[in-house]
């Protein structure tokens, strides 16, 4: 099985790219803004799992070819990204492949979860904490973030978290830490409150600390000896945004005297 993947990028990137001479990267006739990049079936992958191995190679190789292109020519270099999937079979089939989590990541939970079941897949089940996500008022939230700056900086923190494609786990990890300062500022623990258990706070330490899981996103580059992540970007990201709207719906998220609080 052969991969097609077309990249797309600014037209003065894809010259660049093209007088490069990259193997395995070509131009697309009549299309000045995109690149083909042919993939091969990886050895001794099963149909189930070459989709998957294969995205997570080009992606990796997407990552690194706009790295090297940024150390060639700064931020003169905006980069390429993946706009869409083909694999070509051995007798000449092309077929569009389509890539739920990247396609649909987007999408409100219960919504990803009724279109995941109208192609006939299990239904996945919903994030844990949705119901606080869900029940967040934003009016309050943001009168709590204008009166409380360590509020205020965990929202931006949360944006920047999520601002790119690729999950920043060095603002996440920032964004809990300013939480549970503020909360041992006023004599009380998350975790017995319930916010998060035991398992998951390390889990999610361990993930983000790893150069050896996450390479670049780490928040260290000393390696760890974690070599799989222990919690993904997804579980992570419904992790600190639920422990966040608790905080900022509770009378501790709107406390700014540094003093204990009631329950």
Do not use: C
């Not at 905006?78 to 999408?107: M, N, Q, Y």
């Not at 934003?138 to 509020?151: R, S, V, Y």
Request: proline share 5%.
């Amino acid at each position: 099985m052969k991969w097609i993947i077309t990249l797309e990028a600014a037209e003065a990137d894809i010259d660049r790219l093209v007088h490069a001479s990259i193997p395995g990267i070509d131009p697309a006739d009549g299309e000045p803004r995109r690149l083909l990049l042919t993939h091969y079936q990886p050895d001794g992958a099963t149909p189930e799992e070459e989709p998957h191995i294969v995205q997570d190679e080009v992606e990796a190789l997407v990552n690194r070819l706009n790295g090297v292109g940024r150390v060639r020519w700064s931020r003169v270099f905006e980069g390429v990204s993946i706009h869409s999937w083909h694999t070509v079979a051995d007798d000449g089939e092309i077929t569009e492949r389509i890539f739920l989590d990247a396609a649909t990541g987007h999408l409100p939970p219960k919504e990803f979860a009724d279109l995941v079941e109208s192609l006939g897949y299990e239904r996945p089940p919903l994030p844990d904490g949705l119901d606080h996500i869900d029940g967040l008022d934003l009016d309050a939230a943001l009168e709590t973030t204008e009166m409380n700056p360590a509020a205020g900086r965990v929202v931006q923190l949360i944006d920047l978290m999520l601002k790119d494609e690729e999950f920043n786990w060095s603002a996440a990890y920032a964004a809990l830490e300013t939480i549970e300062h503020e909360l041992r500022e006023q004599g009380v623990d998350g975790r017995k409150l319930g916010w998060w258990t035991r398992g998951e706070r390390s889990d999610f330490r361990a993930t983000a600390n790893s150069p050896e899981a996450l390479g670049v996103r780490a928040r260290h580059g000393r390696p760890t000896g974690l070599s799989e992540a222990r919690m993904s970007s997804h579980d992570a990201n419904w992790f600190v945004r639920r422990v966040a709207a608790l905080w900022l719906s509770s009378s501790y998220g709107r406390d700014v005297s540094g003093k204990s609080v009631a329950s």
